[in-house]
């Protein structure tokens, strides 16, 4: 070809290098006049494939729009390096040996908008495999659809919260597997309980011109008591001498973390159905609520115990929590396909391409 072609190199001592490389055009007779295919770039990519995968592995540890300006390129490359890895990586990634998986929503923009996310969770393999942009169940019906009868009936474990899609879809997909209620949503809607309790309480006392005793106590009754500070562990110990609904609530919610350290179902289910009968005679209108969402949600909820304890939300959270940091590095994303590519790419572990030479990332 007349001109010659510039190839972004990895740079040396963050020094810019590229190659310069005159194409040959070859005069094919099954394919017609073409330009020849080089080892070290794709197509009309001016970075090489060396270099791309150099930007990937960087944007793991920096936001894409630091990686490029540290290494003397733009944004669109960095993102057009991350696009490339993560699509071989979805290709080449093996979807075999699937047995437990965690399923949960994420808000990923402002106005209540989540998308579903679903993780391995086998010991010795986690990672994202999954994302649907919504939580409809016709959504997540279809990703299981996509994943294959085979890889669904290998399935055992699947860790949820109580969003009813979301068990609507396990039930039909996965009828085998044990549906383990997410242990981290039920304490949240504990504690929901007795905060809504002692607001309650709180504005009554006020209305009655009792001293406002409640006023900025929310979390000596929500923390653990291991947790406290001092201050707040004399305060708490200052409304325990009265006799308060929200007192009442708090010693039952203590009461209710018993439940999670027995290793016997039976014994679970004993000490569950005392609870629920205990906080049912106390007169306390949101732990009622609780109790009946409890009951309702029972035979899941032992699911825990038949599983040996050995699975819990606490594997998900923490991917949830990888998910924020992905999205906060950023500053947000306007796009939901760059979010899928970042998510993938920093949660799925995904197999990379082959390059001749190996540089750290």
């Known amino acids: 070809m007349p001109n010659q072609r510039t190839f972004d190199f990895v740079p040396l001592w963050n020094i810019p290098v590229r190659l310069r490389y005159c194409m040959r055009r070859v005069d094919c007779k099954t394919c017609g006049v073409t330009v020849e295919q080089i080892p070290w770039a794709e197509g009309k990519h001016q970075s090489t494939n060396a270099f791309r995968l150099f930007l990937s592995r960087w944007a793991k540890h920096l936001s894409w729009k630091q990686t490029a300006k540290q290494f003397h390129t733009s944004w669109d490359t960095v993102f057009r390096s991350v696009d490339w890895v993560v699509k071989y990586g979805l290709i080449h990634r093996c979807m075999d040996g699937i047995t437990a998986i965690g399923i949960d929503e994420v808000a990923y ?48 474990i699947v860790c949820s919260d109580m969003w009813k899609p979301y068990l609507n879809v396990v039930k039909q997909m996965l009828p085998l597997a044990l549906n383990i209620l997410d242990r981290f949503h039920i304490v949240k809607k504990l504690n929901e309980a007795v905060d809504e309790t002692r607001r309650q309480e709180a504005k009554r006392l006020h209305d009655q011109g009792y001293d406002p005793i409640l006023n900025k106590s929310r979390y000596c009754f929500l923390k653990r008591p291991e947790n406290l500070t001092m201050g707040q562990r004399t305060r708490l110990d200052d409304m325990l001498a009265y006799d308060l609904k929200t007192v009442r609530a708090y010693g039952l919610k203590e009461a209710f973390d018993v439940f999670w350290k027995y290793t016997s179902p039976r014994h679970a289910r004993e000490y569950l159905k005392n609870w629920c009968s205990k906080t049912m005679r106390s007169r306390i209108e949101p732990l009622k609520k609780f109790v009946k969402t409890l009951r309702k949600h029972e035979e899941l909820l032992m699911n825990y115990f038949e599983a040996k304890k050995l699975y819990n939300s606490g594997m998900v959270e923490g991917f949830n929590l990888k998910v924020g940091l992905t999205i906060r590095k950023a500053f947000g994303f306007r796009n939901f396909c760059h979010l899928q590519t970042a998510l993938y790419h920093q949660l799925g572990y995904l197999p990379e391409p082959k390059t001749t030479h190996r540089f750290c990332g």
């Open 109 to 156: 923009t402002l106005g209540h908008h989540y998308m579903t996310l679903i993780y391995q969770i086998n010991d010795g393999s986690r990672r994202l495999i999954g994302i649907v942009r919504d939580r409809r169940e016709s959504s997540l019906t279809e990703w299981f659809n996509t994943l294959g009868p085979e890889r669904c009936a290998a399935i055992t």
